[in-house]
């Protein structure tokens, strides 16, 4: 059964930077495009960002674009997002999943990400 880790979140000043983690064990994320999404308190979840297999194909949510960074390695299993000039708004829980429609797939736990000063 593939399992999914995130790791890295944790409290960061606003315009700080942090790097997420996404690791599978049980199998191969290489099959797989790899979604990013958050979920903050009270609101929808919404996909972050998407990295295609083999990562030749990258996309980005409107208020991460220019600010993140996804990529992959097959190799290490692990696929990360980073995120800079983070933003109090940019506070969830963020998860990775082996999909990016946001309806299918295998999750992970999910990571806290909290931007406060």
């Known amino acids: 059964q593939l399992q999914l880790v995130e790791s890295g979140g944790g409290l960061v000043q606003p315009g700080g930077s942090l790097t997420l983690s996404c690791t599978a064990s049980?199998?191969?994320?290489?099959?797989?495009?790899i979604g990013w999404f958050r979920q903050a308190p009270g609101k929808e979840r919404e996909e972050v960002s998407c990295?295609?297999?083999?990562?030749?194909?990258?996309s980005y949510e409107e208020s991460v674009r220019g600010r993140a960074t996804i990529s992959r390695d097959d190799a290490k299993n692990t696929v990360w997002l980073q995120v800079a000039s983070l933003k109090r708004e940019d506070t969830a829980v963020y998860y990775c999943?082996?999909?990016?429609?946001?309806?299918?797939?295998?999750w992970g736990q999910g990571t806290q990400v909290t931007v406060s000063s």
């Open positions: 999943a082996t999909d990016c429609s946001g309806t299918t797939g295998q």
């Open positions: 049980g199998g191969s994320l290489e099959h797989y495009p």
């Open positions: 990295i295609s297999r083999g990562g030749i194909v990258t």
